[in-house]
């Protein structure tokens, strides 16, 4: 994670790209060469979970405007494709050399974690080789926070220091941020008879979806703990890397879980703590978080948080150095749907 530089902008081509698709380029080609990829002569499928798409673009949101004054001539040309979140996967793909199997995966902030489930369904198939897997959202503007405001999930009358803090009860939501994130996924013989070097593996992805009329909101979080359940069935986490974001509906069933299935005795923690919520990126960039907590054995905090109202929880507020082997990840998404995964280190 961090702040990109703008020398996509040098290309009159890519300039003329929503900045979703610029994270998405730049995220994408950082992922390939960490991996040391070669994408050509290889059956590779691209997969990219995106949330709420350009809406936070000039030429988005000026277009609504000229419609409505009927303005047609001022509206460009480019609007169409800004409206399209494929047209997103479709320009990431281009630009890193890819043209087969293209997927876009839009179910709200699990939008990247069920991209990671499709992509390994094509992967067992045999249908593609490779798998290049991510999240972008860019949806910073003042439509996106009234929008969300409306719903009471951003705070509008309370500070960065004290809203979007998970695990607190005082906090009454989250705060909106943007991001990108990409992992490449390979069958494991594939990617140990290359020499590659494998950061760990993704066990299993469990989604459904609340079921419950689409303005309103699940209290109760039947639908996740029975994901969680099932994707950690016979199998005993480090951590859990929570959904938590501060959204005290969300964080209560995140302590349901807890109680229900571990008794508290497995440790929580929530890296949008950090970094807020991105929207579709967050599942992907709870997996990178995981497989680097993997990799260099340590459990990332909840940060800011005093735990209150959950404190008979084992939640994480200070890195803890440990081995770390196994990792579960909950996601919800606005819209109703949860995404649970389960990571492991690889074995040797």
Known sequence: MGL????????KKLK???RITK???KAAKEAIESARL????KKVGLFFGISLGAIREDVFQDSLLYTHQDQFRKIPITLAHYCN???ITAAIGHEIGTNGITRTISTGCTSSLEAIEEAMVYLKSGKIDVAIVGGSDSPICKGTTYGFAKTRVIPLDQSLEEGAVPFQESSKGFAMSEASGVIVLE???DAVNRGANIRGEIVDIISNNDGIYIFSLDE??????QALQEVTENRVPDYISSQALGIQINDQIEKRCSKELFDHKIPYTSIKSMYGNPFGVTGILQVIASLLSIEHSFIPPTIRTSKAGYEE?????????????EVAITNHGYGGNNACAYIKKCSE
């Open 85 to 87: 979140y494929h047209s």
């Open 4 to 11: 990109i530089k703008e020398e996509l902008d040098e290309d």
């Open 16 to 18: 003329r790209l929503p």
């Open 187 to 189: 069958r494991e013989e």
């Open 313 to 325: 929880m084992n939640i994480i507020t200070q890195t803890k150095f440990q081995e770390v082997n």
């Open 38 to 41: 070669e994408v050509k002569d």
């Open 23 to 25: 994270l998405g380029i």
């Open 220 to 225: 109760i979080g039947d639908q996740m703990k």
